[in-house]
């Protein structure tokens, strides 16, 4: 794993790292087991981050635009998708042995020592020359392992809009420009993952394919680079971690005319959220050509027919989820005294609000029930009684809560309730008739 690049990042990675095992975001997988390496599951609070992640791209990305159509293709899909796409050929990264410790590495990741790669476990320069490995994982259909079952996990979601880019045309009568949408999970044989969830063989993508008249490719791209960025900022990014990088020409991806990454100052460096590339119309023809199927569009107005061009703005879900994490992480201090907390935007937050009962006497209780259940209505929310008031805002703070109800026996003769700023710390009697109308109101203006 790559170093942080100072006392303060190692510092900053090693606290986020242990608060989401701690308070229930990230769990090694099968731990009980000694876990399998970086692979992880996402426990109660990660899953409700990460779903909130998803909902966020969701909202942005095909709620609210005309112009794109969501998919939820197959993960296993007909091998000839993987040999039209280049990926049985060319999806691979260069593999060497050390004959010292027998760790593999991947060898365009390597430190130089007098000139010559040395492996990151144990110093050696006696490695084996690079040899290209594939980073697909290879399965069977069927009962019998033999080739002609073979079959591949999709090592990203893109293929699968390309191949059904005819039949969303078709069915739902739409002309470039418009776009075909869907999240879903990937897996690549990484040779050397790590950086906790950042770089891991199953993963999440929210990636779109737009496709538009080839004369108008240039400006979609900038207008979809500069739109993927500004969403990094919408929901929380300061703007000073976050950077738009284009590729430089030999770094460029065989089907690119021009891709920028979307990157975010990690501590161990800056690393991609998202690529934004124009992937021309290579894929469109390499499909066409391998299936004998025509993939274009025919403007009946115009009589024209052509391939589209197609801008891919592809994020990796699991990523982008640590970088809000990072970025939303502090420590400072409430009445002298020191805490932790998650300034995640409010909408983001896996609980938006939590209702905390002054005290655990019943008398309290059925209140306190009755109102959270009124808010779970809307917002997800949580309801804890365990140790002092003060131990809990403490808590809902480190886990990023935006809002903290606390109903007490004043509650019971005024029928309103205080409610607690996780950012600011301020306080404020409100009807609890008002509370979800309020609470609403913030969130929205968030």
């Keep these: 794993m790559p170093s942080p690049e100072n006392a303060a990042d190692a510092g900053l990675f090693d606290a986020v790292v242990n608060l989401c095992k701690r308070r229930g975001f990230v769990f090694p997988s099968a731990e009980i087991y000694g876990g399998i390496r970086s692979t992880y599951d996402y426990g109660p609070l990660g899953a409700l981050l990460l779903r909130n992640v998803r909902d966020a791209w969701w909202r942005s990305m095909v709620q609210q635009r005309d112009d794109v159509l969501p998919i939820d293709a197959a993960i296993l899909t007909n091998p000839k998708v993987w040999e039209a796409s280049g990926h049985l050929a060319t999806f691979t990264d260069p593999l060497v042995d050390c004959r010292s410790c027998k760790e593999r590495s991947r060898a365009d990741h390597l430190e130089q020592k007098d000139g010559r790669p040395i492996c990151p476990h144990c110093g050696s320069t006696d490695l084996t020359e690079a040899r290209p490995f594939n980073l697909m994982f290879k399965t069977f259909v069927g009962p019998v392992e033999d080739d002609a079952a073979v079959a591949y996990l999709r090592p990203e979601t893109a293929q699968g809009m390309f191949v059904n880019f005819s039949n969303v045309l078709t069915s739902m009568r739409?002309?470039?420009?418009?776009?075909?949408?869907?999240?879903?999970?990937?897996?690549?044989?990484?040779?050397?993952?790590?950086?906790?969830?950042?770089?891991?063989?199953?993963?999440?993508?929210?990636?779109?394919?737009?496709?538009?008249?080839?004369?108008?490719?240039?400006?979609?791209?900038?207008?979809?680079?500069?739109?993927?960025?500004?969403?990094?900022?919408?929901?929380?990014?300061?703007?000073?971690?976050?950077?738009?990088?284009?590729?430089?020409?030999?770094?460029?991806?065989?089907?690119?005319?021009?891709?920028?990454?979307?990157?975010?100052?990690?501590?161990?460096?800056?690393?991609?959220?998202?690529?934004?590339?124009?992937?021309?119309?290579?894929?469109?023809?390499?499909?066409?050509?391998?299936?004998?199927?025509?993939?274009?569009?025919?403007?009946?107005?115009?009589?024209?027919?052509?391939?589209?061009?197609v801008i891919e703005p592809a994020a990796g879900a699991t990523r982008t989820m640590m970088a809000f994490?990072?970025?939303?992480?502090?420590?400072?201090?409430?009445?002298?005294?020191?805490?932790?907390?998650l300034r995640l935007h409010p909408r983001l937050?896996?609980?938006?609000?939590?209702?905390?009962?002054?005290?655990?006497?019943?008398?309290?209780?059925?209140?306190?029930?009755?109102?959270?259940?009124?808010?779970?209505?809307?917002?997800?929310?949580?309801?804890?009684?365990?140790?002092?008031?003060?131990?809990?805002y403490r808590r809902q703070d480190e886990i990023g809560t935006p809002y903290c109800v606390t109903v007490d026996f004043d509650s019971l003769d005024d029928n309103a309730v205080t409610v607690r700023d996780r950012d600011t710390t301020a306080q404020e009697r409100l009807p609890i008739d008002a509370l979800p109308g309020e609470l609403a109101r913030r969130l929205a203006a968030s």
Aim: aromatic content about 12%; charged content about 25%.
């Design 174 to 309: 739409r002309r470039p420009p418009f776009g075909i949408a869907q999240i879903g999970r990937s897996f690549r044989n990484e040779i050397t993952p790590g950086n906790f969830v950042f770089r891991t063989r199953e993963f999440e993508q929210m990636e779109l394919e737009f496709f538009v008249p080839p004369a108008d490719s240039q400006r979609w791209h900038r207008y979809w680079c500069d739109e993927r960025l500004a969403w990094y900022q919408r929901w929380g990014i300061p703007s000073d971690q976050l950077r738009l990088r284009p590729h430089d020409q030999e770094e460029l991806s065989h089907y690119s005319a021009g891709t920028s990454d979307v990157e975010f100052r990690f501590p161990w460096g800056w690393g991609e959220l998202e690529g934004i590339a124009n992937r021309t119309d290579y894929d469109l023809k390499a499909h066409a050509a391998a299936s004998g199927e025509r993939l274009e569009y025919f403007d009946q107005a115009t009589g024209e027919r052509y391939v589209p061009h």
């Design 325 to 341: 994490l990072l970025s939303a992480y502090h420590e400072d201090e409430v009445g002298g005294e020191p805490r932790t907390v």
């Design 349 to 392: 937050a896996p609980y938006q609000v939590a209702v905390l009962p002054l005290s655990k006497k019943e008398t309290l209780a059925p209140l306190a029930r009755q109102v959270a259940a009124t808010l779970r209505s809307q917002l997800m929310c949580d309801f804890d009684d365990t140790q002092s008031i003060g131990r809990r």
